[in-house]
């Protein structure tokens, strides 16, 4: 289930690619220094040996893989729905 709403998230990223990839990073970007995790750390756990990737992903210039999704949501505390929708929009959809 988790990796099908991945697919279809991440296929809803390639139609728009600059304002998808750019979106998910600003959303991870947010996040993580709201939570005071370092780029360095994420990066890590992402399985990146330098935090310039994970710099590139907040940027935009580059996509997180689907595969490092769930791994992105699990360390930044959040669900894979909270990497790609604000928290207004999440509330809405389930009142």
């Not at 998808?20 to 994420?42: A, E, F, N, P, Y």
């Not at 890590?44 to 769930?70: C, F, N, Q």
């Not at 930044?76 to 009142?95: A, Y």
Request: hydrophobic share 40%; with cysteine.
């Amino acid at each position: 289930m988790i990796f099908s709403i991945c697919e279809f998230i991440i296929g809803l990223q390639f139609t728009k690619r600059e304002s998808g990839d750019l979106m998910i990073g600003q959303r991870i970007k947010s996040i993580r220094q709201s939570k005071g995790i370092t780029q360095v750390h994420l990066a890590k756990e992402l399985g990146y040996s330098h935090s310039s990737a994970l710099s590139e992903i907040e940027s935009g210039k580059k996509r997180l893989s689907a595969d490092k999704i769930p791994i992105a949501a699990k360390v930044l505390g959040v669900s894979i729905e909270e990497l790609f929708f604000d928290e207004k929009v999440l509330v809405s959809r389930t009142s």
